[in-house]
């Protein structure tokens, strides 16, 4: 190879390292990644995957070249190949890091292995293949990682050459799987952490420490649409957060002020807590100011910049019993959570018998019960019991 072929493939190496850093941060990428990384090889067709964890379960799968329908037979029958490969792994006959030339073999070391060819490499077309694994090796910490390339049967075997060049982005392809699978893990927790606090009942905001708006789940969507006292104000600074506007001035002060609280250096002793009055004059929005510490589970969401969670109650909307929540805190029965719910909307003994079937003798009973399990004197003190639990971010 003379000097100036020598410079283009260095040159070409060079842009294939840059190429897999790029897909390390967008996984999509993989997919114009991996033909360039053949067309270095001098492979027309190749293949990355995790053999023993399929792609809906966080594991790898991209190809180049190889027609559909060999990649349908491999999902479902890609055993055979699992039990050539994994084994070696585990016994040390392929290294991490490791590339291994093959052909069609005149002897197979393995009963798999003449599957593997007959029902996978002949259906491709092509005897050719140059397979390389990444495993137990740092960074990569993840399953076992196959990379294989495939040449047509008039081409050229795979050589000593061939298996250096594949062998020097085999480092290179590790870190950025790395880096792949940790931006895959923060996503992941991020869609859950997401989904959790979409699900609840309150408006949850994650704030910054200038009190920028860095998330805010639907409940509280559904509250500024209603532009009835609060609202999501876009800001003028460079970053483009939004922040937390009240219609009245002393109510602005009032959320400003928990927010330093809140935010500010040490631990307040208590929540902050601010009623935002409405102008329809229906009942008041009630926030909370908690602070959070340094490590939460919300840094994939706000990128680990909240500060501050503020949860907004909507008081119009009647308290409502959480039964799995009566039942695990307080061993309350499928009955007495039905008489809690009727109680927290303010019934009286007769209309709450009538609705749950009961006679007031039975219900004086049921509710002696509930009084006793939840450390309650009478219906006064359950009612604010039920509405702090109804009102819990």
Not at 158 to 169: I, Q, Y
Not at 296 to 324: C, K, Q
Request: net charge positive.
């Amino acid at each position: 190879m003379s000097l100036d072929d020598e410079g283009k493939e260095l040159g070409g190496f060079s842009e294939l390292i840059d190429r897999m850093h790029q897909a390390a941060c967008d996984p999509s990428a993989w997919r114009g990644t991996l033909p360039d990384m053949a067309r270095w090889l001098g492979a027309p067709m190749a293949l990355l995957f995790t053999p023993t964890v399929a792609p809906r379960n966080g594991g790898v799968h991209v190809s180049h070249g190889l027609p559909e329908a060999v990649i349908d037979r491999w999902h479902t029958r890609s055993n055979r190949l699992h039990a050539w490969i994994v084994p070696m792994t585990r016994n040390g006959t392929v290294r991490p890091f490791q590339a291994i030339a093959a052909a069609k073999p005149e002897a197979p070391r393995s009963p798999a292995q003449p599957d593997w060819y007959r029902e996978f490499l002949a259906q491709v077309g092509t005897p050719h293949v140059m397979a390389s694994t990444i495993h137990a090796a740092s960074p990569w910490a993840g399953p076992l990682v196959v990379i294989a390339y495939f040449r047509d049967a008039a081409d050229a075997g795979f050589n000593a050459r061939d298996r250096w060049k594949s062998s020097l982005l085999l480092p290179h392809l590790a870190h950025a799987l790395a880096e792949s699978a940790r931006a895959s893990d923060a996503e992941r927790r991020r869609a859950d952490a997401e989904a959790a606090l979409n699900g609840l009942r309150h408006g949850i905001l994650l704030m910054g420490v200038q009190g920028e708006v860095l998330f805010h789940n639907r409940a509280a969507a559904r509250i500024f649409e209603l532009n009835d006292g609060l609202r999501l104000q876009p800001s003028t600074r460079a970053s483009g957060r939004a922040y937390l506007a009240a219609r009245l001035s002393t109510a602005q002060a009032a959320i400003d002020e928990a927010v330093r609280a809140a935010a500010g250096p040490g631990t307040p002793p208590h929540p902050g807590t601010v009623a935002i009055p409405r102008p329809s004059g229906r009942a008041i929005f009630r926030l909370r100011f908690s602070p959070l510490p340094s490590r939460h589970g919300f840094s994939d969401i706000a990128h680990g910049a909240a500060r501050v969670i503020i949860s907004i109650a909507d008081t119009a909307i009647p308290a409502e019993v959480d039964p799995g929540l009566m039942k695990s805190l307080y061993g309350l029965t499928r009955a007495e959570v039905a008489v809690a719910q009727q109680v927290i909307e303010g019934k009286g003994l007769e209309e709450i018998g009538g609705c749950c079937g009961l006679s007031v003798n039975t219900l004086k009973t049921h509710l002696n019960h509930i009084y006793a399990k939840t450390n309650t004197a009478n219906r006064a003190m359950l009612v604010r019991l039920l509405v702090t639990l109804d009102q819990a971010p």
